[in-house]
């Protein structure tokens, strides 16, 4: 669990990227931060590894506060994933991903082998470990990023904006293949984006931040679409546009959602025996298969 | 043309190589003073240039004060270090490791701050100490600007060592001198050319060892991409190159 | 001190001899610069070839080459002529670069849409790829200028008479001020030069006035080489 404590970050040169900020990140959930640049969502994570310290404040980890832990250790003890990668460039990919594990002494074969062993659970061909970033394409960087995350088996995981920069259809592989892995790690993940969609895609509890990381609203995404709090918050969810107004339009035999713009979001499984490709989940209960990526 | 024969046969004259005045010696006696005077201006601008660059500390002085020994005239400089200290190597070592400090300097900085800052930051981020920054980080990726440097000094201290003759009794520049005062072409042209193939073999050895020392990662695959926004580059501070003598 | 004030004729002279000695090294290098540029910048092939002929040109040593010089293009040693054809081969191996650069980093989208409103190619290369390169050709020019003013000095050695005569004539007779003078001497012009070219700069091209990004700094101050040499 991590808990900040009425923490306030402010620069050198006057700007308040943080004012008051207080909030749980319950353990082995995945907690979204979102907001739009300048909100103070990387100023937050940052404090939560001593990149920044605040200026008041207090930030906790399982009851210990970070600001009495060596922050070289406590950054090697937690994972850290960037929007573009921060792979060192001179490295392979297999050197990139032991690059913690060496520093902290850990024999090189074996940090080799385990560095092998990230490359097949975040979804990479081995045959890549010898490359060097500069010729991977972005998707493949930031899997390695994930993998350098990892590597030190941490109980917590810093992501900001790890798919900012790759193109749509690759951002939506690797949400799907965060999901999946998060599944299978169950990691505390502080995950920060502007990206609405990701938010609600990625999150079991989500954190909307206006100017100065105040919460504007905090919840589950169903309670946040359900009953956003205001005004800001329901045109960040684009509430208000209708966007997320689906309703259902029969076609060809299936029932698709559509949103208020007549784009399809999902497609409906499960009510109708045997209806549409998935007719093989027998569940009473409709449940939402995506269509390819969240339309926005 | 002529000339250029009675070059090469006092080139290939054997009078003019045993002793301490032959061709070795002071092909020797210039080799010897343009590394000793690289060793020494290293061992100052290298700590210095990697604490600016690591820190982005106090690199304005280090612009202004390189730039105004760049803007001083080598020779001015020799002369006047010359009657300070009196005629001999002193005057040189002293001249010539002042003029090659700021290259090497800038290229030592420059080396460092054309390092990604993201990656920096993910250094950073990740765990590693300061010290490990500098050591796995900035070093590799900053040392082809380095070698860059120490390239521009070589070339500046081997081209000025033979300006040096001027005042000190060594270096192949005294057959330049010496020609001149007995107006003996044939010599003056030799050693022109042996001063200027010198100068060629070490640009091409550290040509070399430039492109030897990028790392692998960067020098193979596509260029880094969005080059002006991540990085700690400003203008005005590639590593200044300017003539030697 | 005394030396200085009853010499000011003779500082002045030697000025005037140096000035004559760099200008037209810095005129001649960037005009003949502009085709060999263009030309490394134009045809791929050609870009190695013409920028290591110029690398190695800049690597080889001053005082070497106003030996050879004589020999090669018949210039007498002591000649002014013989000190500004060497100045010249400097500059023009350095500008050469600067112009290739400045050349390529004409944002492609403008060339190609001058191209797409009727500009000849001629017309193209005067009318927007020069102007546009514009800021890097005056970075390079700044350089010249302030290493031909330097460099210059060294024909005193050999007997061409400059601010650098100050620095064999104080040398040989004891005198410090004389070499101090020279030395001052030596900075200020190039600095003037600098604030010439700057100025010219500004003249020429209006429309970088606002949004300068090199600062006006004197590029002897801050040395800026907007290319890093190499002889690949
Ligand atoms: N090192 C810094 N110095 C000064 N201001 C900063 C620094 N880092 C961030 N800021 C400012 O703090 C605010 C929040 O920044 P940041 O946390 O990066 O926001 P976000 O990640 O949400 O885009 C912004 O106004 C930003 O300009
Ligand atoms: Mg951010």
Do not use: C
Request: aromatic share 6%; hydrophobic share 50%.
């Amino acid at each position: 669990m991590i808990e900040f404590r009425s923490v306030t970050k402010e620069f050198p040169d006057g700007t308040l990227a943080v004012d008051d900020f207080s909030l749980t990140v319950p353990s082995h959930r995945t907690t979204v931060l979102v907001g739009s640049s300048g909100s103070g969502k990387t100023t937050l994570l940052r404090m939560i590894n001593r990149m920044v310290d605040p200026t008041s404040g207090t930030i906790e980890i399982d009851g210990v506060s970070v600001a009495s832990l060596e922050p070289v250790k406590l950054r090697r003890s937690i994972g850290y994933v960037m929007q573009n990668s921060g792979l060192l460039p001179h490295r392979t990919v297999v050197d990139n991903v032991a690059t913690v594990p060496l520093l902290r002494g850990v024999p090189r074969r074996t940090a080799r082998a385990d560095a092998l062993r990230l490359l097949d659970t975040v979804g990479l061909d081995r045959a890549i470990a010898d490359r060097y970033p500069s010729q991977l394409s972005g998707g493949q960087q930031q899997r390695v990023g994930v993998a350098r995350g990892l590597a030190v088996d941490p109980n917590i995981l810093l992501m900001d904006e790890p798919f900012g920069a790759v193109d749509p259809i690759v951002r939506a592989e690797l949400q799907q293949e965060l999901i999946r892995l998060q599944h299978e790690l169950g990691k505390t993940v502080v995950f920060v984006t502007h990206d609405i969609d990701e938010a609600f895609l990625l999150g079991d509890q989500i954190a909307i931040l206006r100017e100065g990381g105040r919460i504007a609203q905090l919840g589950t995404p169903a309670e946040i679409l359900a009953n956003p709090a205001d005004d800001f918050v329901a045109s960040f969810v684009g509430a208000d546009r209708g966007k997320r107004a689906l309703h259902v339009e029969s076609q060809d035999g299936s029932d698709v959602l559509v949103d208020s713009d007549g784009r399809p979001a999902g497609v409906l499984v499960g009510q109708r025996s045997g209806a549409g490709p998935s007719g093989g989940a027998r569940s009473d209960v409709p449940h939402i298969v995506p269509t390819e990526g969240p339309p926005r | 043309m002529n000339y250029f024969t009675d070059a090469v046969a006092w080139l290939l004259d054997p009078a003019h190589y045993p002793g301490p005045t032959g061709i070795p010696a002071r092909l020797g006696e210039q080799l010897l003073f343009t590394v000793v005077t690289l060793v020494l201006a290293s061992v100052i601008a290298i700590p210095v240039g990697f604490l600016i660059g690591h820190t982005g500390r106090g690199r304005g002085i280090a612009v202004a004060t390189s730039g105004g020994l760049r803007a001083i005239p080598t020779l001015g400089l020799l002369t006047l270090v010359a009657l300070w200290i009196g005629i001999g190597l002193g005057a040189p070592y002293v001249a010539l490791t002042v003029l090659a400090i700021p290259p090497i300097l800038a290229g030592a900085y420059t080396g460092f701050e054309a390092v990604n800052r993201a990656t920096i930051d993910a250094a950073r981020a990740v765990g590693m100490t300061e010290l490990q920054i500098v050591r796995h980080v900035e070093i590799p990726l900053g040392l082809p600007l380095l070698i860059g440097g120490l390239r521009s000094a070589t070339l500046q201290v081997v081209a000025t060592a033979t300006l040096a003759a001027y005042v000190a009794d060594f270096g192949l520049g005294r057959f330049l001198f010496a020609g001149l005062k007995t107006n003996d072409y044939a010599q003056m042209l030799g050693g022109s050319i042996l001063v200027i193939l010198l100068a060629l073999v070490l640009e091409g050895l550290f040509a070399g060892l430039q492109k030897l020392v990028v790392p692998r990662g960067v020098a193979v695959g596509r260029p880094p991409v969005d080059r002006k926004a991540s990085t700690r580059r400003r203008p005005g501070m590639e590593p200044a190159i300017t003539k030697g003598i | 001190m005394t030396w200085l004030w009853s010499n000011l004729d003779l500082v002045w002279l030697r000025t005037l001899d140096h000035i004559v000695l760099s200008l037209p090294p810095i005129l001649l290098s960037f005009v003949f610069a502009l085709p060999l540029g263009w030309l490394a910048n134009r045809y791929r092939p050609t870009r190695g070839a013409i920028l290591s002929i110029a690398g190695l040109f800049y690597a080889i040593p001053s005082l070497p080459l106003l030996f050879i010089l004589p020999v090669i293009i018949g210039t007498s040693l002591r000649s002014p002529a013989n000190l500004i054809a060497a100045l010249t081969l400097y500059g023009l191996a350095l500008m050469v670069r600067v112009v290739a650069d400045g050349l390529a980093s004409v944002d492609p989208d403008v060339r190609q849409s001058a191209t797409a409103v009727g500009f000849s190619a001629w017309s193209r290369f005067w009318l927007v790829e020069l102007p546009l390169a514009g800021p890097v050709l005056l970075a390079g020019v700044r350089v010249v200028a302030v290493s031909t003013v330097s460099l210059a000095t060294v024909g005193a050695v050999i007997g061409a008479k400059s601010l650098g005569s100050l620095f064999t004539d104080g040398f040989q007779r004891g005198i410090q001020v004389e070499i101090i003078t020279g030395i001052v001497a030596t900075v200020l012009l190039a600095l003037v030069l600098d604030g010439a070219v700057v100025l010219l700069g500004r003249v020429l091209m209006p429309w970088t006035r606002r949004t300068r990004r090199i600062r006006p700094a004197p590029a002897a101050v801050l040395g800026p080489m907007p290319v890093v040499r190499s002889v690949a």
